[in-house]
């Protein structure tokens, strides 16, 4: 009898490459309005972007308000003017074309949709996470997807995992598990909703002692789950 019947799976650095997402949708971005993109920049928004998106998950900031607020500082930092609402929309769109499929993904989820039910759930932007997934060719092995956005409560907020809970019939908490990569909204999030977790851990990373499991290739969460 295998472990668990429900699996949540984070997407961003789980299932899908966000990073080089982010690096071409930056780009693009930046060049459309005459801002010649630089490592440095990527390396400086890229620093500017997490401490927004913790700052999010701690419910110190909208998100809103967080996503132009990094092209704020950003641009404040070195000295250009440009409306950061119409920016933002601009790499919003650029982002939701741009869907790197992480090595083994589909691999992992066509196996674990024999026996398991699969769910999204993400706290990226609804426009760049329906945009990206669509064309993964992933969510063929999805019974739903919960943006934060459309729910109106983040990981790693309960509220939002008791509206996952409230929208899966016959949830038993006792036997779901969460895989993510991050440890401040998916293995929070999952404490705090009371399920087990499984740290995806590629880069061996410390932190993870209070992860049910912990992983470094997504091919290993099929001994956990099975």
Partial sequence: ?????????????????????????????????????????????????????????????????????????????????????????????????YAFVLPGAKELCEALALNHKLYIVTNGTKIAQNGRLADSDLLQYMSGVFISEEIGFQKPQKQFFDYVFNAIENTNTERMIILGDSLSSDIQGGINAGIATCWYNPNGSNGGEKCDYVIKTLEEFLEVVK
């Fill in 1 to 97: 009898m295998k472990k668990y019947d429900v699996i949540l799976l984070d997407v961003d650095n789980t299932l899908l490459d966000f990073t080089k997402s982010m690096q071409a949708a930056l780009k693009e971005t930046l060049e459309k309005f005459g801002v010649i993109y630089t490592d440095k920049i990527y390396a400086r928004y890229n620093e500017i972007n997490d401490n927004g998106w913790l700052r999010f998950e701690r419910g110190e900031i909208e998100k809103g308000r967080m996503l132009i607020e990094r092209f704020e500082t950003l641009f404040a930092e070195i000295g250009l003017h440009i409306d950061c609402s119409t920016i933002n929309d601009e790499y919003l769109t650029a982002l939701s074309r």
